[in-house]
Protein backbone atom coordinates (compact mmCIF):
# COMPACT_ATOMS: atom_id res chain seq x y z
CA UNK A 1 0.00 0.00 0.00
CA UNK A 2 1.88 3.39 -1.04
CA UNK A 3 2.09 5.68 1.94
CA UNK A 4 1.92 9.28 1.43
CA UNK A 5 4.77 11.28 2.97
CA UNK A 6 4.62 14.59 1.48
CA UNK A 7 1.60 17.39 0.23
CA UNK A 8 2.17 18.82 -2.91
CA UNK A 9 -0.58 20.96 -3.52
CA UNK A 10 -4.19 21.18 -3.29
CA UNK A 11 -6.36 20.07 -6.40
CA UNK A 12 -9.56 22.09 -7.65
CA UNK A 13 -13.36 20.18 -6.83
CA UNK A 14 -15.68 19.60 -4.59
CA UNK A 15 -13.99 16.52 -2.76
CA UNK A 16 -11.16 18.74 -1.91
CA UNK A 17 -8.43 16.59 -2.80
CA UNK A 18 -4.55 16.94 -2.86
CA UNK A 19 -1.52 16.27 -5.00
CA UNK A 20 0.47 13.97 -2.55
CA UNK A 21 4.05 12.38 -3.18
CA UNK A 22 3.93 8.57 -1.83
CA UNK A 23 7.48 6.87 0.02
CA UNK A 24 8.10 4.91 -3.63
CA UNK A 25 8.26 8.29 -5.45
CA UNK A 26 5.19 7.56 -6.82
CA UNK A 27 2.12 11.05 -7.02
CA UNK A 28 -1.42 10.25 -6.26
CA UNK A 29 -4.32 12.73 -6.43
CA UNK A 30 -5.80 11.74 -2.73
CA UNK A 31 -9.14 12.04 -1.56
CA UNK A 32 -9.99 11.97 2.00
CA UNK A 33 -12.79 10.05 4.14
CA UNK A 34 -14.20 13.42 5.65
CA UNK A 35 -14.52 15.34 2.33
CA UNK A 36 -17.71 16.98 1.89
CA UNK A 37 -19.16 14.67 -1.02
CA UNK A 38 -19.03 12.23 1.86
CA UNK A 39 -17.30 8.80 2.76
CA UNK A 40 -18.35 6.81 0.29
CA UNK A 41 -17.40 8.26 -2.88
CA UNK A 42 -14.26 7.14 -2.10
CA UNK A 43 -15.72 3.15 -2.13
CA UNK A 44 -17.52 4.76 -5.12
CA UNK A 45 -14.09 5.81 -6.65
CA UNK A 46 -12.14 2.12 -6.28
CA UNK A 47 -14.93 0.00 -7.22
CA UNK A 48 -16.11 1.89 -9.78
CA UNK A 49 -12.57 2.64 -11.64
CA UNK A 50 -11.76 -1.63 -11.07
CA UNK A 51 -14.58 -2.27 -13.16
CA UNK A 52 -14.23 0.71 -15.64
CA UNK A 53 -10.70 -1.01 -16.11
CA UNK A 54 -11.76 -4.53 -16.31
CA UNK A 55 -13.81 -3.40 -18.89
CA UNK A 56 -10.41 -2.32 -21.00
CA UNK A 57 -11.27 1.48 -20.15
CA UNK A 58 -8.05 3.77 -20.38
CA UNK A 59 -8.28 4.96 -16.30
CA UNK A 60 -5.80 6.35 -13.85
CA UNK A 61 -4.32 2.59 -11.60
CA UNK A 62 -6.00 3.59 -8.49
CA UNK A 63 -5.06 2.49 -4.51
CA UNK A 64 -5.76 2.58 -1.12
CA UNK A 65 -3.12 4.98 0.01
CA UNK A 66 -2.07 5.22 3.69
CA UNK A 67 -1.95 9.26 5.59
CA UNK A 68 -0.54 8.81 8.50
CA UNK A 69 -1.52 11.48 11.75
CA UNK A 70 2.00 13.30 11.71
CA UNK A 71 2.06 13.83 8.14
CA UNK A 72 -1.46 15.54 8.62
CA UNK A 73 -0.01 17.43 11.76
CA UNK A 74 3.20 19.03 9.97
CA UNK A 75 1.31 19.75 7.25
CA UNK A 76 -0.97 22.82 7.35
CA UNK A 77 -2.45 22.93 3.79
CA UNK A 78 -3.66 19.30 5.30
CA UNK A 79 -7.28 20.83 5.84
CA UNK A 80 -10.98 20.57 4.47
CA UNK A 81 -13.07 24.01 4.50
CA UNK A 82 -16.53 22.98 5.61
CA UNK A 83 -19.53 24.54 5.74
CA UNK A 84 -18.69 26.47 8.80
CA UNK A 85 -15.27 26.15 9.36
CA UNK A 86 -12.26 23.47 8.56
CA UNK A 87 -11.09 20.18 10.04
CA UNK A 88 -8.21 18.72 9.41
CA UNK A 89 -8.02 15.90 6.68
CA UNK A 90 -8.61 12.53 8.31
CA UNK A 91 -5.77 10.09 8.71
CA UNK A 92 -5.52 7.00 8.05
CA UNK A 93 -6.88 5.35 4.38
CA UNK A 94 -7.80 7.71 1.55
CA UNK A 95 -8.24 6.96 -1.66
CA UNK A 96 -5.34 7.46 -4.21
CA UNK A 97 -4.98 8.16 -8.24
CA UNK A 98 -2.25 8.06 -9.51
CA UNK A 99 -0.52 10.74 -11.18
CA UNK A 100 0.94 10.25 -15.04
CA UNK A 101 4.85 10.10 -14.12
CA UNK A 102 5.69 13.15 -12.44
CA UNK A 103 4.11 16.73 -11.73
CA UNK A 104 7.37 18.01 -12.96
CA UNK A 105 7.63 16.18 -15.94
CA UNK A 106 3.84 15.75 -17.30
CA UNK A 107 1.52 18.32 -17.85
CA UNK A 108 -1.85 17.19 -17.47
CA UNK A 109 -4.66 19.07 -18.41
CA UNK A 110 -8.96 18.72 -17.87
CA UNK A 111 -10.02 19.71 -21.06
CA UNK A 112 -8.19 19.59 -24.55
CA UNK A 113 -8.84 22.26 -27.83
CA UNK A 114 -11.04 20.63 -30.30
CA UNK A 115 -8.04 19.99 -32.48
CA UNK A 116 -6.16 17.87 -29.82
CA UNK A 117 -9.22 16.31 -28.53
CA UNK A 118 -10.38 15.11 -31.92
CA UNK A 119 -6.48 13.39 -32.30
CA UNK A 120 -6.99 11.70 -28.77
CA UNK A 121 -4.96 8.23 -29.84
CA UNK A 122 -7.89 6.53 -27.35
CA UNK A 123 -10.83 8.70 -28.52
CA UNK A 124 -13.26 5.58 -28.82
CA UNK A 125 -12.71 5.43 -24.68
CA UNK A 126 -15.71 7.26 -24.27
CA UNK A 127 -18.32 5.70 -26.15
CA UNK A 128 -17.00 2.74 -23.57
CA UNK A 129 -17.43 4.98 -21.00
CA UNK A 130 -20.42 6.05 -21.35
CA UNK A 131 -21.18 2.53 -21.19
CA UNK A 132 -19.78 2.08 -17.65
CA UNK A 133 -21.98 5.18 -16.96
CA UNK A 134 -24.94 4.13 -17.38
CA UNK A 135 -24.62 1.27 -15.96
CA UNK A 136 -23.34 2.50 -12.39
CA UNK A 137 -25.82 5.60 -13.00
CA UNK A 138 -23.11 8.26 -12.77
CA UNK A 139 -24.93 11.14 -11.48
CA UNK A 140 -22.39 13.46 -12.81
CA UNK A 141 -20.97 14.50 -16.18
CA UNK A 142 -18.21 12.17 -17.41
CA UNK A 143 -14.82 13.58 -16.90
CA UNK A 144 -11.57 12.66 -18.01
CA UNK A 145 -7.93 13.65 -18.34
CA UNK A 146 -5.33 14.36 -20.36
CA UNK A 147 -1.31 13.81 -21.05
CA UNK A 148 1.22 12.78 -23.15
CA UNK A 149 4.44 11.70 -23.01
CA UNK A 150 7.48 14.64 -24.54
CA UNK A 151 8.15 12.38 -27.39
CA UNK A 152 4.33 11.49 -28.52
CA UNK A 153 2.45 13.71 -30.76
CA UNK A 154 -1.19 12.99 -29.36
CA UNK A 155 -2.77 12.98 -25.78
CA UNK A 156 -3.90 9.76 -23.90
CA UNK A 157 -7.19 10.08 -22.08
CA UNK A 158 -7.69 8.17 -18.79
CA UNK A 159 -11.26 8.61 -17.24
CA UNK A 160 -11.11 10.01 -13.72
CA UNK A 161 -13.54 10.90 -10.92
CA UNK A 162 -16.22 7.53 -10.23
CA UNK A 163 -16.85 9.10 -6.90
CA UNK A 164 -20.54 10.03 -8.25
CA UNK A 165 -21.17 6.57 -9.57
CA UNK A 166 -24.12 4.63 -8.40
CA UNK A 167 -25.21 8.17 -7.28
CA UNK A 168 -22.87 9.47 -5.16
CA UNK A 169 -23.67 8.44 -1.27
CA UNK A 170 -27.01 7.10 -2.06
CA UNK A 171 -26.41 4.13 -3.89
CA UNK A 172 -29.05 3.81 -5.69
CA UNK A 173 -30.19 4.61 -9.39
CA UNK A 174 -31.93 7.22 -11.20
CA UNK A 175 -31.64 6.73 -14.39
CA UNK A 176 -31.84 9.90 -16.94
CA UNK A 177 -31.52 10.34 -20.54
CA UNK A 178 -28.47 12.28 -20.23
CA UNK A 179 -26.45 11.30 -17.25
CA UNK A 180 -22.94 10.18 -17.92
CA UNK A 181 -22.36 11.94 -21.17
CA UNK A 182 -19.28 14.15 -21.94
CA UNK A 183 -19.91 17.59 -22.37
CA UNK A 184 -18.48 18.07 -25.45
CA UNK A 185 -20.08 15.35 -27.36
CA UNK A 186 -17.55 15.49 -30.27
CA UNK A 187 -16.11 12.84 -28.55
CA UNK A 188 -19.29 10.64 -29.82
CA UNK A 189 -18.70 11.64 -33.42
CA UNK A 190 -17.91 8.17 -34.61
CA UNK A 191 -21.08 6.86 -33.27
CA UNK A 192 -23.52 5.22 -35.83
CA UNK A 193 -25.61 3.11 -33.96
CA UNK A 194 -25.77 0.97 -30.66
CA UNK A 195 -22.98 -1.22 -32.44
CA UNK A 196 -20.66 1.67 -31.60
CA UNK A 197 -20.76 0.43 -28.29
CA UNK A 198 -19.34 -2.73 -29.12
CA UNK A 199 -16.99 -4.29 -27.57
CA UNK A 200 -17.78 -2.66 -24.29
CA UNK A 201 -22.20 -3.69 -24.29
CA UNK A 202 -20.93 -7.33 -24.34
CA UNK A 203 -18.00 -7.34 -22.07
CA UNK A 204 -20.57 -5.51 -19.21
CA UNK A 205 -23.42 -8.20 -19.87
CA UNK A 206 -21.24 -11.17 -20.36
CA UNK A 207 -17.80 -10.89 -18.73
CA UNK A 208 -18.23 -8.61 -15.47
CA UNK A 209 -19.85 -10.92 -13.40
CA UNK A 210 -19.78 -11.95 -10.22
CA UNK A 211 -16.82 -12.82 -9.40
CA UNK A 212 -15.47 -9.61 -11.06
CA UNK A 213 -17.77 -7.57 -8.60
CA UNK A 214 -16.97 -9.28 -5.71
CA UNK A 215 -12.83 -8.99 -5.89
CA UNK A 216 -13.05 -5.26 -6.11
CA UNK A 217 -15.70 -5.06 -3.43
CA UNK A 218 -13.06 -7.02 -1.59
CA UNK A 219 -10.52 -4.27 -1.28
CA UNK A 220 -12.75 -1.82 0.02
CA UNK A 221 -11.76 -0.44 3.47
CA UNK A 222 -15.24 -1.26 5.55
CA UNK A 223 -14.63 2.30 7.15
CA UNK A 224 -15.28 3.93 4.10
CA UNK A 225 -18.91 2.60 4.06
CA UNK A 226 -19.34 2.21 7.68
CA UNK A 227 -18.86 -0.98 7.31
CA UNK A 228 -22.53 -1.46 6.07
CA UNK A 229 -21.65 -4.71 4.30
CA UNK A 230 -25.62 -5.60 3.91
CA UNK A 231 -25.58 -2.05 1.65
CA UNK A 232 -22.74 -2.82 -0.34
CA UNK A 233 -23.88 -6.27 -1.55
CA UNK A 234 -27.27 -4.97 -2.22
CA UNK A 235 -25.32 -2.38 -4.33
CA UNK A 236 -23.24 -5.06 -6.61
CA UNK A 237 -26.43 -7.57 -6.90
CA UNK A 238 -28.04 -4.16 -7.68
CA UNK A 239 -25.49 -3.45 -10.77
CA UNK A 240 -25.28 -7.40 -11.79
CA UNK A 241 -29.09 -6.90 -12.07
CA UNK A 242 -28.78 -3.50 -14.22
CA UNK A 243 -26.26 -4.92 -16.72
CA UNK A 244 -29.15 -5.89 -19.13
CA UNK A 245 -30.38 -2.46 -19.00
CA UNK A 246 -27.40 -0.06 -20.64
CA UNK A 247 -28.46 -0.87 -24.38
CA UNK A 248 -31.53 0.76 -23.66
CA UNK A 249 -30.29 3.39 -21.32
CA UNK A 250 -27.73 4.07 -24.68
CA UNK A 251 -31.17 4.49 -26.70
CA UNK A 252 -32.59 6.66 -24.77
CA UNK A 253 -29.58 8.86 -24.94
CA UNK A 254 -29.82 8.98 -28.55
CA UNK A 255 -33.44 10.11 -28.50
CA UNK A 256 -33.19 12.73 -26.14
CA UNK A 257 -32.99 16.15 -27.28
CA UNK A 258 -29.86 16.91 -26.58
CA UNK A 259 -28.62 14.09 -29.88
CA UNK A 260 -25.22 13.72 -28.24
CA UNK A 261 -24.47 11.10 -31.31
CA UNK A 262 -24.85 13.33 -34.45
CA UNK A 263 -24.15 10.41 -36.98
CA UNK A 264 -26.37 8.14 -35.56
CA UNK A 265 -29.30 8.43 -37.94
N1 LIG B 1 -5.01 10.53 -11.56
C1 LIG B 1 -4.93 11.85 -11.70
N2 LIG B 1 -3.84 12.40 -12.26
C2 LIG B 1 -3.73 13.73 -12.42
N3 LIG B 1 -4.67 14.61 -12.05
C3 LIG B 1 -5.79 14.13 -11.49
C4 LIG B 1 -5.99 12.73 -11.29
N4 LIG B 1 -7.19 12.56 -10.71
C5 LIG B 1 -7.73 13.78 -10.55
N5 LIG B 1 -6.89 14.74 -11.02
C6 LIG B 1 -7.09 16.19 -11.02
O1 LIG B 1 -7.72 16.54 -9.79
C7 LIG B 1 -8.92 17.25 -10.04
C8 LIG B 1 -9.97 16.79 -9.04
O2 LIG B 1 -10.25 15.43 -9.25
P1 LIG B 1 -11.75 14.90 -9.21
O3 LIG B 1 -12.54 15.44 -10.32
O4 LIG B 1 -11.66 13.42 -9.10
O5 LIG B 1 -12.22 15.48 -7.82
P2 LIG B 1 -13.59 16.17 -7.40
O6 LIG B 1 -13.27 16.83 -6.14
O7 LIG B 1 -14.66 15.17 -7.47
O8 LIG B 1 -13.83 17.27 -8.48
P3 LIG B 1 -15.23 17.92 -9.00
O9 LIG B 1 -16.03 18.23 -7.81
O10 LIG B 1 -14.75 19.12 -9.75
O11 LIG B 1 -15.80 16.91 -9.91
C9 LIG B 1 -9.28 16.96 -11.49
O12 LIG B 1 -9.90 18.06 -12.07
C10 LIG B 1 -7.96 16.65 -12.14
O13 LIG B 1 -7.38 17.81 -12.65
MG1 LIG C 1 -14.59 15.72 -10.45
Redesign the pocket.
Known amino acids: MPLAVEQIRR???????HLMRCADDSYY?VKFRNNPQGGRILANELLGTRLAARMGLST?SVAVVEVREDLIEGTEELVMQLGRGRARCEAGLAFG????GSPAETE?Y?FLPDEQLRETENLGDFCGMLVFDKWTCNT?GR?A?FFRSPEQPCYRAQM??Q?FCFNAGEWNFPDAPLRGLYARHRVYQSVRGLDSFEPWLTRVETKIGEAALDDAAKEIPPEWYGSDIDALMQLLEHLLRRRKLVRDLIVSAWKSSAQPFPNWK
Open positions: MRGGAQSVPSRYPVDNQIIDG
